[in-house]
């Protein structure tokens, strides 16, 4: 499975933009750009996903590099329910791929 | 309604007991996975069903055995339970196997092996 890298932990104030880099340096061209957070004592959660293009929904934005080597998770104006552990993940196109979680980023934000 | 639900959400029991993890969907999706977190937070798949059919087994011991009755339900059995298997089990579902699909999780079930 293709690996990312996401720094351990980020700090945040409220109300302020924030943004999640993951690098994925090895993703294949059939590979999908997944994001996914945990909240305390909750199951992972869906945020966005992408392949190519940059992408938009009312969570988050997901920035995509020309290269597709990194991409970054943008949270537009966060809030303390954003506090979570956010984990960037590939996923191929085809087959039976496992969705392999690494050790994701711990978003700390400061009222 | 809730989408995956998984019963109970707490389980405490003795070593050498057997249990089970109940999982249900009602989102219509044909695939289904159990995921267990252990005390570092790591995420680890264990199995993929896709259409009541294994497609994924991790490297589980066999003591773990899931069972699939229909596309909405994966129930998850564990036979002599031992202290290792003391972590957070989740259930989730996907529309699509691999790509774009996405995954919805249930709440989980914490496992405390004494």
């Known amino acids: 499975d293709a690996k990312t890298t996401q720094p351990n932990s980020m700090e945040s104030n409220e109300e302020e933009p924030v943004h999640l880099p993951c690098n994925h340096s090895?993703?294949?061209?059939?590979?999908?750009i997944h994001w996914y957070r945990q909240l305390p004592s909750q199951g992972p959660e869906y945020v966005i996903h992408?392949?190519?293009s940059n992408v938009n929904n009312r969570m988050a934005s997901l920035a995509i590099a020309e290269d597709r080597k990194s991409s970054t998770l943008i949270l537009h104006r966060a809030t303390l329910r954003d506090a979570a552990v956010y984990y960037c993940i590939l996923r191929d196109r085809q087959g039976a791929q496992k969705l392999v979680f690494g050790q994701g980023t711990r978003l700390t934000i400061n009222p | 309604d809730t989408a995956v639900s998984q019963t109970p959400k707490y389980l405490v029991t003795q070593m050498g007991n057997d249990k089970s993890i109940k999982c249900e969907q009602n989102l219509g999706h044909d695939t289904m996975y159990w995921y267990k977190q252990d005390s570092k937070k790591f995420l680890k798949i264990m199995f993929s069903?896709?259409?009541?059919?294994?497609?994924i087994n991790e490297t589980v011991p066999n003591r773990f055995s899931p069972k699939s009755p229909d596309k909405a339900h994966l129930n998850l059995h564990i036979n002599s339970l031992e202290l290792g298997d003391s972590a957070v089990y989740f259930c989730?579902?996907?529309?699509?196997?691999?790509?774009?699909?996405?995954?919805?999780f249930g709440s989980g079930t914490q496992l405390s092996v004494l």
């Open positions: 069903y896709n259409n009541k059919e294994l497609i």
């Open positions: 090895t993703i294949s061209g059939t590979d999908y």
């Open positions: 989730a579902s996907s529309r699509l196997l691999g790509g774009s699909g996405k995954l919805f």
């Open positions: 992408g392949l190519t």
